[in-house]
């Protein structure tokens, strides 16, 4: 663990990818739902197919407040079609009155739509992100700041809340980040909780007995990174998913900063005027990804919905479905 902690944070816990089943590659022999040469780890859209299906449920929820259970499906030829455009959605037990009007994306198991569970976990997880930022911004600031400056000994009497607030931010992310493969999340959410508890410890058994805050206990003993790195570790596993996904500079940057400076600091073989520089790109660069979040459209945050829906069925529903596309694709076909 502390070797994936310190050494391969930004890659270890994310180097395996999810089989998902490939419609234009099924064989009448293919019962297992996890037989397929292509797979995504990151929550990026597949391009539309020919044959898909309606995830009925999902599409008639659409503007009554949230999906309904997964209990039936419909299928259809060409539903590619109507991908990314604006249809006439009618809550269940409603009249032909009261529509609403909402988008449609092309998933790889069919079309799925934004409900308003999905805008407010979203804006949740963007803003865990922004709550971490903001606290190691302004705890870090005081490697920048006088000492003699009044501001600066503020920060330093609350270096503990910050370090707790962008922890807890960094958590709430971690708990809501859509990631395909579940053991990846698993992981980054056990790397979080370990670095969490590795830091309690420490600040209720080495720093609070000699009256150190744990920041400035770490800063004095560098092999305290072991017990604190995992909680870094975590959130280089999220900007490296983030810089993957969507192409963001900063991101990609950040996945190399962060271990940089622990390792750096861990080791001793980085001059303190190194490590302030590569904190300041880590500051900067923690801010521009975090604020650039919300310039992204809802749906990029939540993926394609369509695969977390078919991995929540039960593994015989799973099957009936890909014999059902199959169907539809030989008569596609025909």
């Keep these: 663990m502390g070797a994936r902690v310190l050494s391969a944070a930004a890659a270890a816990p994310l180097s395996f990818l999810p089989p998902i089943p490939n419609p234009n590659k099924l064989s009448s022999s293919s019962s297992s739902s996890s037989s397929s040469s292509s797979s995504s780890f990151c929550c990026c859209y597949c391009k539309p197919r020919s044959v898909s299906l309606t995830l009925l449920n999902r599409i008639q929820s659409c503007g009554s407040g949230g999906p309904s259970p997964l209990s039936s499906w419909s299928y259809s030829r060409g539903a590619s079609s109507i991908a990314n455009k604006s249809i006439k959605c009618q809550a ?6 009261t529509t609403t009007t909402t988008s449609v994306y092309q998933g790889f198991y069919g ?11 979203v804006i949740s997880y963007r803003s865990g992100l922004v709550t971490a930022a903001a606290s190691f911004v302004i705890a870090a600031s005081t490697a920048f700041l006088p000492d003699n400056m009044s501001f600066a000994d503020l920060i330093k009497q609350n270096l503990d809340f910050f370090y707790a607030l962008g922890a807890a931010g960094l958590g709430l992310s971690l708990l809501l980040i859509h990631i395909y493969v579940t053991e990846i999340k698993r992981t980054l959410q056990a790397l979080w ?18 009256g150190h805050n744990l920041i400035q206990y770490v800063i004095d003993n560098p092999t305290a990174v072991w017990f604190v790195g995992p909680l870094f570790a975590s959130l280089t596993g999220l900007v490296f ?4 996904c969507y192409g963001k500079l900063e991101a990609g940057i950040l996945t190399f ?31 521009i990804f975090a604020g650039r979040k919300f310039t992204q459209p809802i749906k990029d945050d939540i993926g394609d919905k369509s695969v977390f829906m078919f991995n929540a069925l039960p593994e015989e529903q799973k099957k009936a479905l890909i014999e059902k596309l199959e169907q539809s694709k030989v008569q596609s076909e025909s």
């Design 92 to 97: 269940a037990g409603e009249s032909s009155d």
């Design 111 to 121: 079309p799925w739509t934004v409900d308003s569970s999905d805008v407010r976990e």
């Design 193 to 210: 909780a370990l670095g969490v508890l590795g830091s309690l410890a420490t600040y209720l058994t080495l720093a609070q007995p000699t």
């Design 241 to 244: 998913k983030e810089g993957l």
């Design 257 to 287: 900063v962060i271990p940089s400076v622990l390792l750096g600091h861990l080791t001793g073989l980085m001059d303190d005027g190194v490590k302030v520089t590569l904190l300041g790109m880590w500051m900067a660069l923690f801010v």
